[in-house]
């Protein structure tokens, strides 16, 4: 057994042992090193205190027993160095009490003399597994914290994020309009905001429009306004969306959806930088940045003939593509501790930690739903606590192995769509029966059968 191992050379299977008699540290190392562990071990407090640091990464093993200072101090004083290390304490049959209320004060566990070789490597094992989540925990902060900064986030460091946040910082303050081209959920509308927020437009409005959430006979008058009187419900002037965004930037999602008509009325508007109101005959200038986003492939559309072809090629010039979140795995386990920690700030409940088990399933899902399906997750992770199966969207209730009948994964999938929307709709059971479609004793029949409660998704 070594005395100290360099920190480069840390792992986090790493067993701290402090006894001050010579057998049992002999013997309990050797116990610990045949289980795949790295022992480093001390005669005593003073010299296991100065080993440690609050990355220190692995578990303390003492005996409570010790002259100088005994095992209980010693974890007070390492709870000072860092709360969130694993302390396992060997107790003699006589102290058993004090151990019980050591571990009230902080201990993860203890164990009573004589001991066998099975129960020390199961404490430990245990102990060990809860300290490498709290150490990646913390390192998936530290990475977050070194991506922060006012407004939006594009979080990731795999190598297409990368790219994109390098392409973006070349033209953000430029005055060229861009193309966002991702699937659904994958962030089109961060992208465009984080442009925004990154160019010297930053000062000025961003407006935001998806133009195919706006029925074709308003979107006219939702883009360039109306004067009043220039259609029967015009009672007022409106300003429009391209106005509105003058100095800064105008957000057009699912630019696909827009209307033959309605796409030669915007490439007249990137082209010439001016609009006329609905009713009005008079130019107003417009010093706009456009950046327009589209799930589908639109220079297939274009040749297909389904798109104008002139508009494709001008809103090209400078084409973003977000990948998908199966594209880039490595981001996972950042982004999915980003959104538990939003969830944990919204609904004042603590993170709870996410096994390896758990973090390989999120890791292999296909994530059709991409970003937006992993946030979804992360809140429902949250709100349900560390019983929520990732494989099957819910809690587990099914005894392992058993087949579920098509009743029971009907109803698993009633209340999982349940549970997302009341989460959505931050508790709004009005909201709830709109978005469902369901009518209000439905719903709350519904809501009554899963046991759902509103208050929890406020």
Known sequence: MSAEIPAEEKSPHQILLVDDEKHIRIAVGQTLELAGYEVVAADSAEKALSLLDSDWPGVVVSDINMPGIDGLELMQRIIKIDADLPVILITGHGDISMAVSAMRDGAYDFIEKPFSSELLN????????????????????????????????????????????????????????????????????????????HSNRRDKNFVAINCGAVPEHLIESELFGHEKGAFTDAKSRRIGKFEHANGGTLFLDEIESMSPSLQVKLLRVLEERTIERLGSNELIALDI??????????????????????????????????????????????????????????????????????????????????????????????????????????????????????????????????????????????????????????????????????????
């Not at 245990?126 to 977050?144: G, V």
């Open 122 to 197: 199961d404490v430990v094992r245990r102990a060990a597994e809860k300290r490498r989540l709290t150490l990646e925990n913390r390192s998936l902060r530290k990475a977050l914290e070194a991506q922060g900064g006012i407004g939006p986030r594009i979080i990731g460091n795999s190598q297409r994020i990368q790219q994109l946040r390098g392409m973006i910082q070349q033209i953000a303050d430029t005055p060229a309009d861009i193309l966002v081209q991702a699937e659904t959920g994958s962030g089109k509308d961060l992208v465009a905001r984080y442009i925004h927020e």
């Open 289 to 458: 940045r456009v950046v327009a986003a589209t799930k589908v492939n639109l220079r297939e559309l274009s040749e297909q003939g389904e798109y104008r072809e002139d508009l494709y090629y001008r809103l090209n010039v400078v084409s973003l593509e977000v990948p998908p979140l199966r594209e880039r795995r490595e981001d996972i386990p950042m982004l999915f501790q980003h959104f538990a920690l939003i969830a944990s700030a919204q609904y004042q409940k603590e993170v709870p930690q996410l096994s390896a088990e758990k973090l390989r399933a999120l890791v292999a899902h296909h994530w059709p739903g991409n970003v937006r399906e992993l946030r979804n997750i992360a809140e429902r992770y949250v709100l349900l606590g560390a019983n929520y199966d990732f494989s099957v969207g819910v809690q587990s209730e099914q005894s392992p192995g058993k087949c579920m009948t098509l009743p029971e994964q009907v109803e698993q999938f009633e209340k999982l769509v349940l549970e997302e929307e009341l989460s959505r709709n931050n508790g709004s059971l009005k909201l709830t029966q709109e978005t469902l479609g369901l009518p209000r004793k439905t719903l709350y029949d519904k809501m009554q059968k899963y046991e759902l409660d509103k208050k929890d998704y406020k």
